[in-house]
Nanobody, 123 residues
């Protein structure tokens, strides 16, 4: 059974940084593609970062240059480092493991969602 537990969210001021973690069990992050999604209030969930099995990461244009997605194979954990946060980064963030990655896009594994973690960017 795949389980994903996100942590590290909270309130951050504009321009600040936050690191989200996603502890994974039941599936190896080293052998699977990974996606990070954001769901702003009242909007649908959107992919913001994806990591291929090779380790190559791709980003949505809104976060490129500010966010960094990574994984720790030994800890079986994935991360999303958020820098230079803006109010538009506010939302619930979800990790997803084991989906399909192709040419910078990621299609989620619907059986592999975490519970989500709230990030609020506000002064």
């Amino acid at each position: 059974q795949v389980q994903l537990v996100e942590s590290g969210g909270g309130l951050v001021q504009p321009g600040g940084s936050l690191r989200l973690s996603c502890a994974v069990s039941g599936i190896r992050v080293s052998n699977n593609a990974i996606g990070w999604y954001r769901q702003p209030p009242g909007k649908s969930r959107k992919l913001v970062a994806a990591i291929a099995i090779s380790g190559t990461a791709d980003y949505d244009g809104d976060v490129k240059g500010r966010f960094t997605a990574s994984r720790d194979n030994a800890l079986n954990t994935v991360y999303l480092q958020m820098n230079s946060a803006t109010p538009d980064d506010t939302g619930v963030y979800y990790c997803n493991v084991g989906g399909e990655y192709y040419s910078g896009s990621y299609w989620p594994n619907e059986g592999s969602w975490g519970q989500g973690i709230q990030v609020t960017v506000s002064s």
